[in-house]
């Protein structure tokens, strides 16, 4: 079983700040078969990016995601308000397809 | 576009059996994989099981295997997850999710039921 760990464990930023998200695997991810997604209180996850890089329909190009192997980033360029929620990474390259503990990120 | 529905909120006690529902709403259903995800309160998103509409192929979480089950009826285009003696340590959020049989985003699940809250009580 692949294992993700990310950091960092709480992210605190300001909006407008850029936000990045960091996901490492205890082995390589197949086909860089990583994915994004937000949670907030309340809604189910979101899915922002798959296969690493590639956005999910309606995601804003202010998410981008990138990587290779077990080393895997997400960034997003200028935080509006709406994005602090926690981010989990989940791979999908090998079952089972495991989440990472998740991302906090809080407003400044 | 699918759209994912799911049962309501139960309260069980312990020992007793559940299975919770998730309809599908799209045509292609059978060409979906659907999934399911657990959050206990306060706590992160756990992959648990995955099964195949279409041939009802399923992979389950280690940490799952043997205690739920997932099935589906391709007739009325549903999904199950299905315990046969729940514990405490079962109360949480269970979401379904869908995701394509094919290409480079299956097994990335970009289609979310509302989530099903299961409470058991000791």
């Known amino acids: 079983e692949i294992v993700l760990t990310q950091s960092p464990g709480t992210l605190s930023l300001s909006p407008g700040e850029r936000a990045t998200l960091s996901c490492r695997a205890s082995?390589?991810?197949?086909?860089?078969?990583l994915a994004w997604y937000q949670k907030t209180p309340g809604q189910a996850p979101r899915l922002l990016m798959y296969?690493?890089?590639s956005r999910a329909t309606g995601i804003p190009d202010r998410f981008s995601g990138s990587g290779s192997g077990t080393d895997f980033t997400l960034t997003i360029s200028r935080l509006e308000p709406a994005d602090f929620a926690v981010y989990y990474c989940?791979?999908?390259?090998?079952?089972?397809?495991?989440f990472g503990q998740g991302t906090k990120l809080e407003i400044k | 576009e699918m759209q994912l529905v799911q049962s309501g909120a139960e309260v069980k006690k312990a020992g007793e059996s559940l299975r919770i529902s998730c309809k599908g709403s799209?045509?292609?259903?059978?060409?979906?994989?659907i999934g399911w995800v657990r959050q206990m309160p306060g706590k992160g998103l756990e992959w648990v099981a995955i099964?195949?509409?279409?041939?009802?192929?399923?992979r389950y979480s280690p940490s799952f295997q043997g205690r739920i089950t997932t099935s589906v009826d391709k007739s009325i285009t549903t999904a199950y997850l299905q315990w046969n003696s729940l514990k405490a340590s079962d109360t949480a959020m269970y979401f379904c999710?869908?995701?394509?049989?094919?290409?480079?985003?299956?097994?990335?699940?970009?289609?979310w039921g509302q989530g099903t809250v299961v409470t058991v009580s000791s």
């Open positions: 296969a690493a890089s």
């Open positions: 989940q791979q999908y390259g090998s079952s089972p397809y495991t």
């Open positions: 999710a869908s995701t394509p049989g094919g290409g480079d985003s299956s097994g990335a699940f970009d289609i």
């Open positions: 099964i195949y509409a279409g041939d009802s192929r399923t």
């Open positions: 799209a045509d292609s259903f059978i060409t979906y994989w």
């Open positions: 082995q390589s991810v197949t086909s860089n078969y």
